[in-house]
């Protein structure tokens, strides 16, 4: 895979900001049109390229499709994919942000 993201959550190598992500475990990914098919096999290959990247499949990456709207999770352990069986919309946010939080607090487990 190759292109460039608009964003990463990672660990950086030093306090100094530069081009080297040490470890990405997030990938987020707009679902085009409400596509949420096409926006998974998008994100479960940037998944796939963090794992890669980590070059520690112990490592868990987890990741989110979104229209903006409706949300959903899964995450990637070794070579087992698993993903929520339903959407989150923003309608409730309580739950839209407690998924967020959820995921960005196992990140943080596995860089301590």
């Known amino acids: 895979m190759c292109g460039e993201p608009d964003y990463f959550v990672s660990v950086w190598r030093d306090e100094v900001i530069d081009k080297w992500i040490q470890t990405p475990l997030l ?13 998974w096999g998008q994100c479960l290959a940037a998944m796939l390229a963090c794992q890669k990247t980590n070059q520690d499949e112990n490592l868990t990456v987890y990741g989110i499709v979104s229209t903006g709207m409706f949300w959903e999770f899964g995450k990637l352990t070794q070579n087992i994919f698993t993903k929520q069986a339903f959407s989150y919309s923003i309608a409730e946010p309580q739950k839209v942000l407690g998924n967020l939080d959820y995921v960005f607090g196992e990140c943080e487990k596995q860089i301590q």
């Open 27 to 39: 990938a987020v990914v707009e679902a085009k049109k409400q596509d949420f098919e096409g926006g």
